[in-house]
């Protein structure tokens, strides 16, 4: 069952993240994901919730997405991410 990683990511230092988001890709791609939503704009519709960006990666499993989230390749870029941005994220498994 596919899995996806759903990130509400506020960015505090645009230079950190930059260097984040140019360097991630090559992560999520070896692990088998694809980015289904990747910035752009939002338009909040109910329940008051308003991400400044949303990030939405579909993974094949929530095996694969863990095993990508807690590998060793990601780990430095998840500090720098740490360091750029105040992000929520959840592995949710879906259709």
Do not use: N
């Not at 984040?20 to 909040?44: F, I, K, S």
């Not at 008051?48 to 060793?72: D, M, N």
């Not at 780990?75 to 498994?93: D, F, S």
């Amino acid at each position: 069952m596919a899995a996806y990683v759903i990130a509400e990511v506020d960015v505090h230092d645009a230079t950190l993240y930059d260097e984040y988001r140019r360097l991630v890709p090559e992560t999520v791609a070896r692990h088998g994901g694809r980015y289904l939503v990747r910035g752009g704009a939002v338009e909040a519709k109910e329940g008051g919730w308003s991400p400044k960006r949303l990030v939405v990666i579909q993974f094949p499993s929530a095996e694969a997405a863990c095993t990508w989230y807690h590998s060793a390749e990601y780990a430095p870029l998840r500090e720098l991410r740490r360091r750029a941005a105040h992000t929520k994220l959840v592995i949710a498994e879906g259709a």
